[in-house]
Structure formats: C-alpha cells, structure tokens
T-cell receptor, first 112, second 110 residues
C-alpha cells in the first residue's frame, strides 16, 4: 500500500535553515503537502506542490520535489523559535476524492 | 478563511458508551475525513465521505461508524467506546487540492 516516511526529529539553531525530508511510495501521487502541528492543536496547511512541479517557494518556505526518487523536502529559511512544531508530509493520488496519506511527522526543535 | 470546527476539544467517556464526534465545515466542500492521531503512528484514516450520505472505510474503520446527512456535517460514532480508542481525533475537509483540518478532539475512554 501507500507509504510516506519522515525522520522523527530535527534540531537547529535559531537563524539557521531547516530542511525536513520525506519519501513516498505512491507513484500516482498528484499533490504533496506539508502541514505544521503545534502542541495540542490541529494541522495547519503550510503549502502543497503539484506533482508536475519541481519547486515551490512561499516566503521562508521552499518545497523541492524529486519525482524520480519520490523525495520531497521542506526548507525553512531563517528558522525561528516559533517554528518549533511537528511537521507532517502527506500525499494524495488524485484531485479530490481520495484521502491524504501522512507520514509520522518530524519534530523540529529550534534552539535559541 | 476556511473553517473546520469540531464540537469538542476534550472529551472523557466511559467504556461501553456510545460517543458522537461532530465536525462542521463552512466552505461547501464535498470531501470530508476522520483521522485519529497517536504518538509515533502519525495520522491514520478512519472513514471518509465524498458526498452526502456517501461514506467509505479508511484504513482503521473497526469500532467506528460515520454519518453524513448534510454536506457541511460529518459525524464520527464510536458505537461502544473502548480504552484503545483513547486518541486525538482530527476532522478534515477538502475540495480540489487543499485540505483543511479542525482543531482536534482529544478523547479519553476510562
């Protein structure tokens, strides 16, 4: 079945860049997502990328997609303490009917 | 802004009780989902619905049912709550690419 994998933990210093990586197995994935979850809260949609794109940039966030290797990354520039959270990668194989499949989440810890 | 609202942030129920978790969205989205989130396991799909009165099982439907009588509302039902259903429950709605989540309901079954 479909599988999405992420590393569990990343620690960076404030002001550095963070790079969170994700791999997925479903070659029919149409959209790939990054969500942020702060303690006790729901998931906040950060950004998503369509599978025919290689890169998407949105302010401090850069998403890179290597479709050949089924690898997705999220780069956060100038990481702040407020970026400390769990980041989830997800994929979806079509444009609306199917559910998102999530990775286990990467906990980002930002040290002052 | 899209709003997905779950009726309760925290719930404590007793083993064997019938439990209803309610979710309402205000953006006329066709697709709605229920996930549960457990430490180290990420989000697992329980049920989803792509239209009124339509539902499909997700990866872990056992012990749950759902109801979608109106487009904006998707209810998750625990027919007879058990302690292994203690979890964070997250509702989501989606149209085209973007999927939005509610704030979550932390359910404890004692």
């Amino acid at each position: 079945g479909e599988d999405v994998e992420q590393s569990l933990f990343l620690s960076v210093r404030e002001g550095d860049s963070s790079v969170i990586n994700c791999t997925y197995t479903d070659s029919s994935s149409t959209y790939l997502y990054w969500y942020k979850q702060e303690p006790g809260a729901g998931l906040q949609l950060l950004t998503y990328i369509f599978s025919n794109m290689d890169m998407k940039q949105d302010q401090r966030l850069t998403v890179l997609l290597n479709k050949k290797d089924k690898h997705l990354s999220l780069r956060i520039a100038d990481t702040q303490t407020g970026d400390s959270a769990i980041y989830f990668c997800a994929d979806s194989p079509d444009t609306g009917r199917r559910a998102l499949t999530f990775g286990s989440g990467t906990r980002l810890q930002v040290q002052p | 802004d899209v709003k997905v609202t779950q009726s309760s942030r925290y719930l404590v129920k007793r083993t064997g009780e019938k439990v209803f978790l309610e979710c309402v969205q205000d953006m006329d989205h066709e697709n709605m989902f229920w996930y549960r989130q457990d430490p180290g396991l990420g989000l697992r799909l329980i049920y989803f619905s792509y239209d009124v009165k339509m539902k499909e099982k997700g990866d872990i439907p056992e012990g749950y049912s759902v109801s979608r009588e109106k487009k904006e509302r998707f209810s998750l039902i625990l027919e007879s709550a058990s302690t292994n259903q203690t979890s964070m429950y997250l509702c989501a709605s989606r149209k085209l690419a973007e999927a939005f989540f509610g704030q979550g309901t932390r359910l404890t079954v004692v």
